[in-house]
C-alpha cells in the first residue's frame, strides 16, 4: 500500500468516525425536543469504562451507539456500563440463539405444537405458507376458513412469523368480511380468540391485552430470569407494545410492581388513567406460575438460549401465553429494569465471550 493511499485510507476513517459522533449528536437532540428532556453527554471516562467492559469480554462498542448510553444513563439515572445498545444486543444474543432457525420456531401458527400443555389464546384458524387449517391442524378451504371466521364474535388476526412490536395486530368484530381480511394478510397469519383477562390487568387498559414479558437465559441446564416488566397498552390500543405506544412497569422478583413506567421513548409515565397505578404496590397475580411456566418450556427450545416471554393472566387467574420473541428481545425494557440483563450481567457476558455466533 503506498503512502498516498494510507493517507487517505485514514482520512476516510476519520470522516467516518466524525460523521458517526454529528449523526449521534443530531439524533439525541432530536431526542431531546421530542420527550421534553436534556440528555447529559457521556464522560470520557463513562464511555472508556464502557469500552473496557465490553473489550474485557471480546465485544466493541459502535460509536453511534453511544447514544443508548446517554439516554439510559439520563432518563433512570443508573449509570451502569452494562446497559446493552443494538448492536450489543445482536451480538450477544446471536451467541446464545440460532437467529437462521428462529422463522420457523417463532411461526405462531406451531404454538399449540411447540408449548404443548400451556394455556394459549385458542386459535380457530392458521394461514401457513397460503393454505388453511383449522384449529386441529386439518386442511381447509378458504371458503370453509370463511365460514369458520363468521361463526366468531369476536377475534385477533395477527401475522404468523416476524409480527415484533404488535405490527399488523388487528381486534374484528362479528360479520367480518373474511375475503378482505385473507386479503390483507395474504399469507402466514392466525385467528385467535380474545382473551378474558384478570380484572387487574384490564383495568390498566380494557382495550388492550396487557402482558406479562419475562426474560429468561437457559444455560448448563437451568433456567435463570434476569428481567420482568408489565407491558400496558395505551388507550385505544390492541396491542402493549412500548415502541407502539405502550407503558412498561419493572416487576421484582416477588411479582410486585410500583407505580411509575415508562414509554418506549423513556419518558416517565406516572400514571396510565388506572386506580390501579396509583397504588403504592400492586402485586401480579399468578406471577409465580408464569414463571414456573417459562421453566417448564426453555428447555423445549435448546437452540434458544435468549427469549423473551410474553403472559397475560385469565379471568380463572391462569397464565397464558401470548407470544416469545426468539430474535429480537427488546432493548427498551431497560427504561423500565435497569442494565439489560440486570444482576446477571457479568455471568452473561462471560459466557458470550467464548462463544462464536450461533
Avoid at 394459549?120 to 401457513?128: A, G, S
Wanted: charged content about 25%; hydrophobic content about 35%; glycine content about 8%.
Amino acid at each position: 500500500m503506498s503512502g498516498l493511499t494510507r493517507f487517505l485510507s485514514k482520512c476516510c476513517m476519520h470522516i467516518k468516525k466524525v460523521y458517526r459522533v454529528y449523526r449521534t449528536e443530531v439524533i439525541l437532540r432530536k431526542y431531546e425536543k421530542e420527550i421534553g428532556l436534556q440528555i447529559p453527554r457521556l464522560t470520557p471516562g463513562q464511555k472508556k469504562e464502557i469500552d473496557a467492559l465490553y473489550a474485557k469480554h471480546g465485544f466493541n462498542v459502535v460509536d453511534k451507539y453511544y447514544r443508548w448510553h446517554h439516554l439510559l444513563y439520563a432518563t433512570t439515572g443508573i449509570k451502569s456500563p452494562y446497559f446493552v445498545d443494538i448492536y450489543l444486543r445482536n451480538q450477544i444474543v446471536a451467541r446464545f440463539n440460532n437467529i437462521g432457525l428462529s422463522d420457523g420456531w417463532d411461526d405462531k401458527s406451531y404454538y399449540d405444537l411447540f408449548c404443548k400443555g400451556v394455556k394459549m389464546p385458542h386459535t380457530v384458524l392458521r394461514n401457513i405458507n397460503g393454505m388453511f387449517y383449522d384449529h386441529d391442524f386439518q386442511l381447509i378451504t378458504p371458503r370453509i376458513a370463511a365460514d369458520i371466521l363468521h361463526n366468531e364474535e369476536k377475534v385477533i388476526v395477527k401475522p404468523s412469523i416476524n409480527s415484533s412490536g404488535g405490527h399488523n395486530v388487528r381486534l374484528y368484530e362479528k360479520n367480518v368480511d373474511a375475503d378482505k381480511i385473507f386479503s390483507i394478510y395474504g399469507r402466514n397469519f392466525v385467528v385467535q380468540r380474545v382473551v378474558r383477562q384478570h380484572p387487574i390487568l384490564s383495568a390498566f387498559n380494557m382495550t388492550s391485552v396487557n402482558t406479562i414479558r419475562i426474560m429468561s437465559w437457559y444455560f448448563d441446564g437451568e433456567v435463570n430470569i434476569f428481567a420482568s416488566i408489565l407491558r400496558i397498552g395505551k388507550e385505544g390500543s390492541v396491542v402493549d407494545n412500548l415502541s407502539s405506544g405502550g407503558i412498561g412497569f419493572k416487576i421484582g422478583y416477588d411479582g410486585t410492581v410500583r407505580p411509575g413506567g415508562y414509554d418506549g421513548h423513556g419518558r416517565l409515565i406516572h400514571n396510565c388513567k388506572s386506580d390501579v397505578a396509583e397504588k403504592d404496590v400492586i402485586t401480579i397475580p399468578a406471577y409465580s406460575k408464569i414463571v414456573d411456566t417459562i421453566k417448564k418450556l426453555h428447555p423445549r427450545f435448546p437452540h434458544f438460549g435468549i427469549i423473551a416471554w410474553d403472559f397475560t393472566v385469565d379471568r380463572d387467574s391462569e397464565p397464558v401465553l401470548i407470544e416469545y420473541n426468539l430474535k429480537n428481545p427488546g432493548i427498551n425494557i431497560q427504561f423500565c429494569t435497569g442494565p439489560f440483563f440486570g444482576e446477571m450481567s457479568e455471568r452473561i457476558l462471560e459466557e458470550a465471550g467464548k462463544r462464536d455466533i450461533a
